[in-house]
């Protein structure tokens, strides 16, 4: 008898969406599945900020324990959201096409504003990165802490008296909740690995490696490896104020990434472009330029601030 595959998933919209993906890939696959709702402590815990709650891996280390303790079969993260160093006995079984990589802005009453970086306003953002690069760009303006799922933080966006407030494209994209009222920050480097979605499974468990490999999408796995090794070679962290981007064109990988100090004030970044043959360790080439670079005592700052959390929505 076929063995039903038990998919992990948070109970946000956006998680299901996300796992009832997967289970539509499966089932084009002729195999059976079904969801198992499991809430993590980021999901629980709403009001403090990310980077606050002293514990890498807050959306993903509930669904690692079910995994672990065979509850479940596979689980389905925003990749983004998953540590660098993926828990002992887990392993990564796919990774998605990529959606939009890109940070957009919500706004209230109109975005003239952003044109003046000298101007004062207030924005609302949980996390520590996209708070580095506003700030950076805009030392004027106060930031506002913004916590829960995308549903509840479009809903506080109407509620507050800010000017806008800053999501991941994907996010409110993928379950049509983009408002118009909304754009593109291109200026915005991505959290590494934004916009994708990671399946992973037991180390041990064969059968649900194999199943997924079929929509295991090479180019954005290519890619989020160098994002997410870059990450790695700075801090670890993923609610940290490092950004990267690696994209895939003519046979080539383009990277960039960036270090921010919490306060905005400063920053160090780098470019790299690298033909495909040459992409071993870019990451980590990439995060020990940028450390000589003047990024280094970016990092120390933030190691002694414990700026090393894990989550961005």
């Given at each position: 008898m076929?063995?039903?595959?038990?998919?992990?998933?948070?109970?946000s919209?956006l998680a299901?969406?996300q796992?009832?993906l997967?289970?539509?890939?499966?089932?084009?696959?002729?195999?059976?599945?079904?969801?198992v709702?499991i809430?993590s402590?980021g999901?629980?815990d709403?009001?403090?900020?990310?980077y606050?709650l002293?514990?890498?891996?807050?959306?993903?280390?509930?669904l690692?324990a079910a995994?672990l303790?065979n509850r479940?079969d596979?689980?389905?993260h925003?990749?983004?959201d998953?540590?660098v160093q993926?828990?002992?006995?887990?392993r990564?079984a796919?990774?998605?096409k990529?959606a939009?990589?890109k940070d957009?802005?919500?706004?209230?009453?109109g975005?003239?504003f952003?044109?003046?970086?000298?101007?004062?306003a207030?924005?609302?953002?949980?996390s520590?990165?996209?708070?580095a690069?506003?700030l950076?760009?805009?030392?004027?303006?106060?930031v506002e802490?913004?916590?829960?799922?995308?549903n509840t933080?479009?809903?506080?966006?109407?509620?507050n008296?800010?000017?806008?407030?800053v999501?991941?494209a994907?996010?409110l994209e993928?379950i049509?909740l983009?408002p118009?009222?909304?754009?593109?920050?291109?200026?915005m480097?991505?959290?590494?690995?934004?916009?994708?979605?990671i399946?992973?499974?037991?180390?041990?468990?064969?059968c649900?490696?194999?199943?997924?490999?079929?929509f295991?999408d090479?180019?954005?796995?290519?890619?989020?490896k160098?994002?997410?090794?870059?990450l790695?070679?700075?801090?670890?962290?993923?609610?940290t104020?490092?950004s990267?981007?690696a994209?895939?064109?003519?046979?080539?990988v383009?990277?960039?990434?960036?270090?921010?100090?919490p306060?905005g004030?400063?920053?160090?970044?780098i470019e790299?472009e690298?033909?495909?043959?040459d992409?071993?360790?870019?990451?980590?080439r990439?995060a020990?330029e940028?450390?000589?670079k003047?990024?280094d005592p970016i990092?120390?700052?933030?190691?002694?601030?414990g700026?090393t959390?894990?989550?961005?929505?």
């Amino acid at each position: 008898m076929q063995k039903v595959l038990r998919i992990g998933t948070r109970d946000s919209q956006l998680a299901v969406w996300q796992a009832t993906l997967v289970q539509g890939l499966l089932k084009d696959l002729g195999l059976a599945s079904e969801l198992v709702y499991i809430k993590s402590e980021g999901d629980v815990d709403t009001v403090t900020p990310l980077y606050a709650l002293g514990v890498t891996g807050v959306f993903t280390k509930t669904l690692d324990a079910a995994l672990l303790n065979n509850r479940i079969d596979i689980a389905v993260h925003s990749m983004k959201d998953v540590p660098v160093q993926l828990a002992q006995g887990i392993r990564q079984a796919a990774v998605l096409k990529r959606a939009s990589y890109k940070d957009i802005f919500v706004y209230k009453n109109g975005t003239h504003f952003l044109e003046d970086f000298n101007s004062h306003a207030t924005i609302a953002t949980g996390s520590v990165r996209r708070i580095a690069q506003w700030l950076n760009r805009y030392p004027n303006h106060k930031v506002e802490n913004l916590r829960g799922n995308v549903n509840t933080r479009l809903r506080k966006v109407e509620e507050n008296n800010w000017n806008g407030a800053v999501f991941a494209a994907a996010g409110l994209e993928r379950i049509h909740l983009r408002p118009e009222k909304s754009i593109d920050l291109d200026w915005m480097l991505p959290a590494p690995a934004q916009g994708a979605i990671i399946v992973v499974c037991r180390e041990d468990d064969n059968c649900a490696f194999d199943s997924c490999q079929s929509f295991n999408d090479n180019a954005t796995a290519l890619c989020t490896k160098v994002e997410r090794d870059f990450l790695s070679g700075l801090l670890g962290g993923c609610s940290t104020p490092i950004s990267a981007l690696a994209e895939v064109r003519d046979e080539k990988v383009f990277f960039k990434g960036n270090i921010v100090s919490p306060d905005g004030k400063d920053k160090v970044e780098i470019e790299k472009e690298i033909v495909l043959a040459d992409l071993e360790d870019l990451g980590l080439r990439a995060a020990k330029e940028i450390l000589l670079k003047g990024g280094d005592p970016i990092v120390q700052r933030i190691r002694n601030k414990g700026l090393t959390t894990n989550g961005e929505a």
